[in-house]
Nanobody, 127 residues
Framework: QVQLVESGGGLVQAGGSLRLSCAASGRTFSQKTVGWFRQAPGKAREFVAAISWDGGSTHYADSVAGRFLISRDNAKKTGFLQMNSLKPEDTAVYYC????????????????????WGQGTQVTVSS
């Protein structure tokens, strides 16, 4: 099992940037797709981005494509989400997650695809 801790959230003005980190413990992090999800008040948790276990494949929600960049450093057991050109509608609690399975190829964008979750970090974008 992988344990995850997010950091890097905060308050930023529209148009600004933030970089979220997801620190992992456990020996299987490098085998897992890492995903980022977000949840705004009163809304369902939604997919933001994901990166394959080897970093060779990434995919994004249409709402963040071209503004957000997902990456990972397996040697440091850390995932990242660089968020640029932030908008007020990006305000949410952001969660990182690790896949239930190992060495998966293909798109993983459903919450049920992921078995380990962090506690979340708040991102607030002011207009």
């Amino acid at each position: 099992q992988v344990q995850l801790v997010e950091s890097g959230g905060g308050l930023v003005q529209a148009g600004g940037s933030l970089r979220l980190s997801c620190a992992a413990s456990g020996r299987t992090f490098s085998q897992k797709t890492v995903g980022w999800f977000r949840q705004a008040p009163g809304k369902a948790r939604e997919f933001v981005a994901a990166i394959s276990w080897d970093g060779g494949s990434t995919h994004y929600a249409d709402s963040v494509a071209g503004r957000f960049l997902i990456s990972r450093d397996n040697a440091k057991k850390t995932g990242f989400l660089q968020m640029n050109s932030l908008k007020p509608e990006d305000t949410a609690v952001y969660y990182c997650a690790a896949d239930r399975l190992s060495f998966v190829r293909g798109r993983r964008d459903r919450p049920e695809d992921f078995g380990s979750w962090g506690q979340g970090t708040q991102v607030t974008v002011s207009s």
